[in-house]
Protein backbone atom coordinates (compact mmCIF):
# COMPACT_ATOMS: atom_id res chain seq x y z
CA UNK A 1 0.00 0.00 0.00
CA UNK A 2 2.64 2.25 0.65
CA UNK A 3 4.71 0.74 -2.49
CA UNK A 4 1.60 2.69 -4.05
CA UNK A 5 2.87 6.53 -3.02
CA UNK A 6 2.04 7.72 -7.39
CA UNK A 7 -0.87 6.54 -6.16
CA UNK A 8 -1.51 7.88 -3.11
CA UNK A 9 -0.27 11.20 -4.43
CA UNK A 10 -3.89 11.55 -6.31
CA UNK A 11 -5.87 9.90 -3.20
CA UNK A 12 -8.09 11.21 -0.26
CA UNK A 13 -7.28 7.84 0.99
CA UNK A 14 -5.01 7.13 4.07
CA UNK A 15 -1.69 5.77 3.52
CA UNK A 16 -1.72 2.12 5.14
CA UNK A 17 0.99 1.41 7.31
CA UNK A 18 3.94 -0.37 5.98
CA UNK A 19 3.00 -4.07 6.99
CA UNK A 20 0.12 -3.83 4.90
CA UNK A 21 0.41 -5.04 1.00
CA UNK A 22 -1.55 -5.07 -2.02
CA UNK A 23 -0.99 -7.27 -5.28
CA UNK A 24 -3.29 -7.15 -8.35
CA UNK A 25 -3.99 -9.86 -10.68
CA UNK A 26 -5.84 -9.15 -13.71
CA UNK A 27 -8.28 -11.60 -15.74
CA UNK A 28 -9.65 -9.98 -18.72
CA UNK A 29 -11.62 -6.67 -18.07
CA UNK A 30 -11.60 -8.07 -14.10
CA UNK A 31 -9.05 -6.75 -11.70
CA UNK A 32 -8.64 -8.44 -8.06
CA UNK A 33 -6.89 -7.17 -5.49
CA UNK A 34 -5.51 -9.26 -2.69
CA UNK A 35 -4.55 -7.08 0.46
CA UNK A 36 -1.99 -8.84 3.22
CA UNK A 37 -0.85 -7.84 6.28
CA UNK A 38 2.66 -9.23 7.12
CA UNK A 39 1.86 -11.60 4.30
CA UNK A 40 -1.52 -13.06 6.12
CA UNK A 41 -4.18 -12.78 3.20
CA UNK A 42 -7.34 -10.00 4.89
CA UNK A 43 -9.29 -9.13 2.58
CA UNK A 44 -9.69 -9.31 -1.49
CA UNK A 45 -11.35 -6.66 -4.02
CA UNK A 46 -12.13 -6.77 -7.25
CA UNK A 47 -13.61 -4.46 -10.19
CA UNK A 48 -14.71 -4.31 -13.71
CA UNK A 49 -12.23 -2.04 -15.59
CA UNK A 50 -13.94 -1.45 -18.93
CA UNK A 51 -10.95 0.02 -20.72
CA UNK A 52 -8.58 -2.86 -19.17
CA UNK A 53 -6.33 -0.22 -18.05
CA UNK A 54 -4.13 -1.91 -15.40
CA UNK A 55 -2.80 1.99 -14.45
CA UNK A 56 -6.26 2.99 -13.52
CA UNK A 57 -7.55 -0.21 -12.12
CA UNK A 58 -4.17 -0.49 -10.05
CA UNK A 59 -5.41 3.17 -8.50
CA UNK A 60 -8.81 2.39 -7.73
CA UNK A 61 -7.80 -0.66 -6.21
CA UNK A 62 -5.18 0.77 -3.95
CA UNK A 63 -7.53 3.65 -2.93
CA UNK A 64 -10.07 0.68 -1.82
CA UNK A 65 -7.84 -1.27 -0.59
CA UNK A 66 -6.56 2.17 1.89
CA UNK A 67 -10.65 2.76 3.25
CA UNK A 68 -10.49 -0.86 3.92
CA UNK A 69 -7.66 -0.87 5.64
CA UNK A 70 -8.35 2.31 7.62
CA UNK A 71 -11.58 1.24 8.46
CA UNK A 72 -10.30 -2.51 9.90
CA UNK A 73 -7.82 -0.91 11.47
CA UNK A 74 -10.57 1.82 13.59
CA UNK A 75 -12.68 -0.96 14.31
CA UNK A 76 -9.84 -3.74 15.59
CA UNK A 77 -8.19 -3.76 18.75
CA UNK A 78 -4.34 -2.91 18.34
CA UNK A 79 -2.21 -6.42 18.10
CA UNK A 80 -1.02 -7.77 21.25
CA UNK A 81 -4.64 -6.36 22.76
CA UNK A 82 -7.09 -9.15 21.73
Do not use: H
Amino acid sequence: MNRDRPSAAKSIAPLAPPEWTMTVQQDGLQFTADIKRSGVPMCRLSLACPEGDESSARQALADKARFWIADYLKKSPPRGER
